[in-house]
C-alpha cells in the first residue's frame, strides 16, 4: 500500500524523515506510541530501506457498487517501483497483531515513491 503524496512524480529527490516526521508516523498508527518513541530515543535514525517492486496500478475508478460482485475487477497496469521504506517505524510493530499498519506507513513519506 503507497500513500498518494508518497508518489514522486516529478524527479524531486527523495527527501530523509527528521525524527520529528518519524514521531509523527509513529502517532497516526497508535495513539500515544508517537510520544514514547519521542521520550525513549533522543536521536532517531530513518533507517532507509529500498527495494525494486511490481507495482500495479489502477486504470479507472472503483465502482463501489459493482465491487462486490463475483465477476468485476478493475483495469490494471503495471510498471516498476523503487519502493523506500523508513524501517525505524516498521520494527516499532514487530511482535503485534497488527504489524502490517506498522509496514505500510514507513512507505507513505512524501515522495518515497520515485
Not at 43 to 49: E, F, G, K, Q, T
Request: positive net charge; proline residues 6%; glycine residues 8%.
Amino acid at each position: 500500500m503507497k500513500s498518494p503524496e508518497s508518489l514522486n512524480r516529478d524527479g524531486t529527490s527523495v527527501m530523509v524523515p527528521q525524527r520529528e516526521d518519524l514521531i509523527a508516523a509513529a502517532e497516526k498508527i497508535e495513539a500515544g506510541l508517537g510520544r514514547k518513541v519521542a521520550r525513549r530515543f533522543k536521536r532517531l535514525s530513518p533507517l532507509l530501506d529500498y527495494e525494486g517492486e511490481l507495482a500495479f496500478v489502477l486504470l479507472e475508478d472503483i465502482d463501489w457498487v459493482k465491487i462486490k460482485g463475483p465477476g468485476y475487477a478493475p483495469r490494471l497496469g503495471y510498471t516498476i517501483a523503487n519502493d523506500i521504506s523508513a524501517r525505524t517505524i516498521a520494527i516499532l510493530g514487530e511482535k503485534k497483531e497488527d504489524r502490517y499498519d506498522y509496514w505500510a506507513r514507513p512507505r507513505a513519506f512524501r515522495v518515497f515513491c520515485p
